[in-house]
Nanobody, 118 residues
Framework: QVQLVESGGGLVQPGDSLRLSCVVS????????IGWFRQAPGKEREGVSC????????YNADSVRGRFGISGDNAKNTVYLQMNSLKLEDTAVYYC???????????WGQGTQVTVSS
């Protein structure tokens, strides 16, 4: 059984930093495409950053490039999202997702709330 458990969200001010964690069980993070998505109130869920199982490359959304960084710890089977220079528009529920590009695997965590407010 695959489980993804996010943590690290909270209430911060613009310009602050947060690090989200996604502890994965049931699949090895190094063997799956894994990444972070977010959904703001009234908006569709969007991709933020991911690590490809195919080539190991990292892909970031334009809105977070240069501010957010995804990384993985194979020993802990955990994926992180370091978020710097947070903006009001980064407010959302952040979800961790593990999936296979060829289909057959698609798992989501329960989400963690990030609120950026002055």
């Amino acid at each position: 059984q695959v489980q993804l458990v996010e943590s690290g969200g909270g209430l911060v001010q613009p310009g602050d930093s947060l690090r989200l964690s996604c502890v994965v069980s049931g699949v090895t993070v190094a063997a799956t495409t894994i990444g972070w998505f977010r959904q703001a109130p009234g908006k569709e869920r969007e991709g933020v950053s991911c690590i490809s199982e195919v080539d190991g490359n990292i892909y970031n959304a334009d809105s977070v490039r240069g501010r957010f960084g995804i990384s993985g710890d194979n020993a802990k089977n955990t994926v992180y999202l370091q978020m710097n220079s947070l903006k009001l528009e980064d407010t959302a529920v952040y979800y961790c997702r593990a999936w296979s590009t060829g289909g057959g695997r698609n798992y989501w965590g329960q989400g963690t709330q990030v609120t950026v407010s002055s």
